[in-house]
């Protein structure tokens, strides 16, 4: 089985420009979530998907930050502008339902300059 | 609100067991997770906990106790490659949002 797929890998850009990142999660799986995870810290939730319906966005810096999900399939984070806090590595997760355990993709590591 | 509490590092040696502990305060409960997450890499699934008591698998087994808003992770025969980062995560009621703790960072010696 395919696992969670994400590119780029990594990403380095100066501040206050745009980024963009994609997600391909396992076939089948209705939750999506995009975390941001800084050096040293747990994941933190950004935005959650129950097929193509945003179920949770409260941290989702909105004024910088939006995601969508394309056909309850794949799915986009963009950061426009981005600032130097921005720094930190995007994990894309899907899982079969809410409530069942979450697979990774691999991250794409963004630093700001 | 939620909290979830971690010790930030931890030492053990080869061949030992150890427990990481998990502490929470959450406005809704429907469950714990253990994630692995090795330098540089994706958390891996370890265990989901919903309902009091311990759960076994293999080297590892997770607790939990609701009513005291405490989980564990026992890790036992301790092996170089256990040296990760371990991450407590609840599932709230609200939405079935997984919360995250900081992690534990386990260093295993010889």
């Known amino acids: 089985e395919a696992g969670v797929a994400q590119s780029p890998r990594y990403k380095i850009i100066e501040k206050r420009q745009s980024v963009a990142f994609w997600c391909n999660p396992i076939?089948?799986?209705?939750?999506l979530y995009w975390y941001q995870q800084i050096l040293g810290q747990g994941p933190k939730l950004l935005i959650q998907?129950?097929?193509?319906?945003?179920?949770?966005d409260s941290q989702l810096p909105k004024d910088r930050f939006s995601a969508e999900r394309l056909k309850g399939v794949d799915s986009t984070l963009k950061i426009q502008p981005a600032k130097l806090e921005d720094s930190a590595v995007y994990l894309c997760?899907?899982?079969?339902?809410?409530?069942?355990?979450?697979?990774f993709g691999q991250g794409t590591r963004l630093t700001v300059v | 609100g939620q909290n979830i509490d971690q010790p930030t590092e931890m030492t053990a040696t080869e061949g030992a067991i150890v427990q990481i502990n998990c502490t929470y305060q959450?406005?809704?409960?429907?469950?714990l997770f253990w994630y692995q997450q090795h330098a540089g890499e994706a958390p891996t699934f370890l265990s989901y906990?919903?309902?009091?008591g311990l759960e076994e698998k293999g080297r590892f087994s997770s607790f939990l106790s609701r009513s005291k808003g405490y989980s564990y992770l026992l890790l036992k025969e301790l092996q170089m490659k256990d040296s990760a980062s371990y991450l407590c995560?609840?599932?709230?009621?609200?939405?079935?949002?997984?919360?995250f703790g900081a992690g534990t960072r386990l260093f295993v010696k010889a």
């Open positions: 076939s089948g799986h209705a939750t």
């Open positions: 906990n919903v309902l009091d």
């Open positions: 997760a899907s899982s079969l339902g809410r409530n069942t355990e979450a697979f």
């Open positions: 995560a609840v599932l709230n009621t609200g939405g079935f949002k997984t919360i």
């Open positions: 959450t406005s809704g409960f429907n469950g």
């Open positions: 998907f129950q097929n193509n319906g945003v179920v949770d």
